[in-house]
């Protein structure tokens, strides 16, 4: 049983069954139909200005599942929202099968609110083109005859394809189809994929069972593409023919994405943070969280566990570079100023707390009182404290 068939499903099909039979089970509810779907047309730098305000401001309440288009955008996004105290997790084929699965538990768990996922098979171009029915269209055109290519020819023709065709990472993974999310309240296109139909899977990780759910993607149009370098996405340039492609497949299925606008006049108040925030995550930055995370993956794995216990000097080739350095944290960016706050805004920011650390950060109260009742009277100074000259001066003089 599968949601999607994949091509190597239909092959086994062909190798080891005799007149197959495919029965498909249709939900009695229209599948996304409680989906609301938004679109916003924004530059490269302001989706980092929009996705702060959206999360600091608690415009969209529960769980989120941020969309984005490579593994390096993936550690950027979380470094900066790092940089205001916005705890986040990653998602992508580079961690261990194991440590995918227990981030999608403990996201399940409600352990965690937001997930920063990539598809990076997405990223490699539209729909996979098959070999054999490029020379097709080929001979179709006259280019190249159908009979053309065949017997040791044909067969370099398709090694070579699938040599192109492989790819480095793991092709078991993929967020947007396969995994179950459970009570997701929002899917986030950070950054537009690049075929309608992985569209519809992603936003599919919300509104299940009955329940309702929003998905938001960002579009940069053509006339803003690499208007913000240290931004930019290549996948971003064919942005608005994708969006084309989205919304024509949502209407002949009678569903609408719908333009949402944002009033930038308040927005515009955030740009500064959003820049100091982004200055504070440079390329070397991500690259050593990038290695850190894994390297972190690494340690915890309970298959290498007991060969560090037995082997301890191994641990020394993994911890050779010392301490990575991270991303300069910036702590007056965590909380939001008053100033800052649009009319409105307050209450949906109030239950906020912040940042709580584990460790103490203040004196313990009460045993600096008993310290202080202690010398009290006895002639002696209360340590740490510098004596009052106007209390201790005294005119009497000696005799």
Not at 239 to 267: C, N, W
Not at 268 to 293: C, I, K, N, P
């Amino acid at each position: 049983m599968s949601a999607t068939l994949s091509d190597d499903v239909h092959t086994l099909k062909g190798l080891f069954c005799r007149d197959p039979v495919v029965l498909v089970l249709e939900d009695a509810e229209d599948a996304g139909g409680g989906v609301s779907q938004f679109v916003v047309r924004c530059g490269e730098d302001e989706k980092f200005l929009l996705l702060y305000v959206i999360i600091k401001l608690k415009l969209i309440k529960g769980k989120i599942i941020v969309f984005v288009g490579n593994i390096d955008r993936c550690y950027r996004l979380k470094l900066y929202l790092e940089q205001f105290g916005t705890k986040s997790c990653v998602l992508n084929s580079e961690l261990p099968v194991n440590s995918r699965i227990h981030v999608v538990e403990e996201f399940n768990k409600n352990v965690y609110d937001i997930v920063i996922a990539t598809d990076e098979h997405e990223i490699l171009g539209p729909e996979e083109e098959d070999p054999e029915s490029s020379i097709q269209d080929e001979g179709k055109n006259g280019d190249i005859a159908e009979n053309e290519v065949k017997g040791p020819a044909e067969h370099a023709v398709r090694e070579r394809a699938k040599k192109r065709r492989r790819a480095p990472k793991s092709r078991e993974y993929g967020v947007s189809r396969g995994i179950d999310f459970k009570n997701v309240a929002c899917v986030l296109n950070f950054d537009l994929p690049t075929t309608s139909n992985s569209y519809t899977h992603r936003i599919g990780r919300t509104a299940r069972a009955g329940n309702t759910g929003m998905a938001l993607s960002f579009a940069v149009p053509k006339d803003l593409y690499r208007k913000h370098k240290a931004t930019t996405v290549d996948s971003a340039e064919k942005d608005e023919d994708v969006l084309s492609r989205i919304t024509k497949t949502q209407a002949r299925k009678g569903r609408e994405v719908k333009p949402y606008h944002f009033d930038m006049k308040q927005v515009e108040a955030f740009r500064y943070r959003m820049g100091d925030a982004l200055r504070a995550v440079t390329r070397t930055a991500v690259r050593e969280a990038r290695t850190r995370e894994l390297r972190q993956e690494l340690l915890s794995s309970e298959k290498l566990k007991r060969h560090f216990e037995e082997n301890p000097g191994d641990l020394h080739h993994l911890r050779h570079d010392g301490e990575l350095r991270a991303a300069r944290v910036q702590t007056h960016l965590r909380h939001v100023p008053e100033y800052l706050i649009p009319s409105g805004g307050r209450e949906g920011i109030a239950r906020d707390v912040g940042f709580v650390g584990i460790g103490k950060t203040n004196e313990n109260r009460i045993r600096k009182a008993r310290i202080h009742n202690r010398a009290k009277g006895k002639g002696k100074t209360v340590a740490g404290r510098k004596a009052d000259p106007l209390k201790s001066f005294t005119t009497k003089g000696k005799r």
